[in-house]
């Protein structure tokens, strides 16, 4: 499913890496993880929510690592809820 990106697609977007895998990827291949003001981890849609943003892919692989190793958790330093797993692998794009 990854492939590699052209050098020539690099340079139009800008390159966001996965919490995860540690892949680097085009914003659009990734889910937007913000902290809000209260300290929870909420799914950023827009990609433009002000605030600590993190990112990972939404597939189940890298959402797992993510889950195990609390690399939201740890980025962000905010509470991650097992809904925001769901809504994730939600997310379109
Ligand atoms: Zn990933």
């Known amino acids: 499913m990854l492939t590699e990106t052209p050098l020539s697609n690099r340079r139009r977007e800008p ?11 085009g914003k ?10 209260d300290g929870s981890a ?22 797992e690592i993510a889950r195990k190793r609390r690399a939201l958790e740890r980025s962000l330093k905010a509470v991650v809820s097992p809904e925001l797993w769901s809504e994730v692998i939600g997310s379109p794009g």
Request: proline share 0%; aromatic share 2%.
């Open 42 to 63: 909420a799914v950023d849609r827009t990609g433009h929510a002000s605030g600590r943003g993190a990112y990972v892919h939404a597939l189940e692989a890298c959402i």
């Open 28 to 37: 659009s291949g990734l889910v937007r993880i913000v902290r809000r003001a």
């Open 15 to 25: 390159v966001r890496t996965c919490v995860a895998c540690r892949l680097e990827a």
